[in-house]
């Protein structure tokens, strides 16, 4: 068994490491040392924490075991899951944080003994606070993490839905949430706790339906900073360092960067997180839209005009994730390359369905990172390129945004593609994306549609070239 000093420098090592993961993430060039770093981090985490335990007992078998299972179906699990359904995987995995922090929380309540927090009816009182929070905080992040997980996988509409007295309705249970704690705390009521979980569970799916598509990215760094604190909370309860210093990294990391996305977006945080944006009117809108006239072309067209331009700037969306086409992509741009084009990439910070899933997907392709841009550095070189080529990308395009007050994702900064010469737009049809709004590029004078799946037209032009 482990002195408790020697357990908290070992936590301390893993505590450092799990700094150092996070500064290796920040950047598609050291993303696998961090990776690297986040795995010893854990490893040394987990085996300090039952190493610390001394007692090896038959219930500590069952849990090796359980964790084996757990371990074997993660790996099998992150395996298999294809680019496309990461966000979804991330919100599922989510969830499951959340749930496991309900689930430590109601062990401690109802056997306090076991954790060292006193007796039933007698828990220590900043223990049951730290367990009351974390049990709210767990049960909210794994109801709002499964309608994430419904949406993105299209279950659930991506649509907001929202109902008269919405708002009100959940700034009532917020209330009821700090008051049944507070009352728990005085009376250490088991009715009272199931209450708390009961009413923190509910609002975690209240605070998520009214969220629309164009801003489910925000909700997944939401979700991950809720995670984070969730599991602080419980490492409080446990007074386990590694679960304080892990829990505090997620949460403030995921709380950073969903400002970071609100922030490029133009969205205040807490109407992305009390409100819904992508009501209504806009399907008619829409569908009134799709009859004005546009331009299509074929791979010939296209290849055509990209060997006769100096500049393209490529902006991938989820399409492109959808039809697995960035190899394909990175050929076509080789090819280029070869008769001295400039290419550039355009990355916006929603592209895809959650942060960075634009970029896992060219690195994923080779694509050199000297050549990826984000919106704020390359959206000024638009006016200047010859060629834009947008692969599967549609809200992040949308000009509407800056031209209409009642559009959904007005502020919304966008990529300033229809400023290029010339714009080839690939998409399998002129349905709306996934804010649910029609896209006024489509009909824009120097917009050419390339109606056909994303890889098979990228292949296409490639042979053209």
Not at 106 to 126: C, T
Not at 282 to 293: F, H
Request: hydrophobic share 50%.
């Amino acid at each position: 068994m482990l002195s408790a000093n020697l357990s908290a420098a070992f936590y301390l090592i893993s505590g450092v490491l799990f700094i150092l993961a996070l500064r290796g993430l920040s950047s598609p060039e050291t993303s696998r040392q961090g990776n690297f770093f986040g795995i010893l981090g854990m490893i040394i985490a987990v085996t300090v924490t039952f190493l610390s335990i001394g007692n090896f007992s038959t219930g500590l078998v069952v849990v090796l075991i359980f964790l084996l299972m757990g371990g074997l179906i993660g790996a099998f699990i992150a395996y298999k899951i294809p680019m496309t359904a990461m966000p979804e995987l991330v919100a599922g995995f989510h969830s499951l944080v959340g749930l496991a922090a309900v689930f430590v929380a109601i062990a401690a309540f109802l056997n306090p003994e076991a954790f060292n927090l006193g007796s039933p009816g007698n828990i220590k009182l900043g223990s049951l606070i730290e367990m009351s929070i974390g049990a709210a905080v767990g049960a909210i992040t794994f109801s709002g993490s499964i309608i994430a997980f419904l949406k993105l996988q299209g279950i659930m509409s991506g649509s907001p839905i929202t109902f008269k007295g919405q708002h009100p309705l959940n700034a009532l249970i917020l209330i009821s949430i700090i008051i049944v704690t507070y009352l728990l705390c005085s009376t250490q009521s088991s009715n009272l706790f199931w209450i708390l979980l009961t009413i923190s569970f509910l609002i975690g799916f209240l605070l998520i339906i009214p969220i629309g598509g164009a801003d489910m990215p925000v909700v997944i760094s939401m979700l991950n900073s809720y995670s984070g604190w969730a599991a602080a909370g419980i490492g409080f309860t446990l007074e386990n360092t590694a679960l304080i210093i892990t829990g505090a990294l997620v949460g403030s990391s995921g709380a950073i960067l969903s400002y970071i996305m609100c922030k490029g977006m133009n969205r205040s945080f807490f109407n992305v997180i009390l409100g819904g944006f992508g009501a209504t009117e806009q399907s008619a809108l829409a569908q009134n839209k799709e009859q004005r006239p546009v331009k299509s072309g074929n791979a010939d067209d296209a290849a055509f005009l990209m060997k006769n331009a100096s500049s393209v700037i490529i902006v991938p969306g989820y399409g492109m994730a959808v039809a697995q086409a960035q190899h394909a992509l990175r050929e076509m741009v080789d090819t280029l390359k070869k008769n001295d084009i400039k290419v550039s990439y355009a990355i916006h910070p929603v592209a895809g369905r959650m942060p960075g899933h634009m970029n896992v997907l060219l690195a994923e392709a080779n694509v050199p990172y000297d050549e990826v841009f984000e919106l704020e550095e390359i959206n000024n070189d638009f006016a200047n390129a010859d060629v834009a080529f947008v692969i599967g990308a549609n809200d992040v395009t949308n000009p509407v945004a800056k031209t209409d007050p009642q559009s959904p994702i007005y502020g919304m900064p966008v990529l300033d593609v229809e400023k290029c010469k010339s714009v080839l737009f690939v998409k399998r049809s002129l349905s709306p994306g996934y804010a649910g709004i029609d896209n006024d590029l489509f009909y824009k004078e120097n917009t050419l549609m390339l109606f056909a799946d994303a890889k098979k037209m990228t292949e296409d032009i490639t042979k053209n070239l």
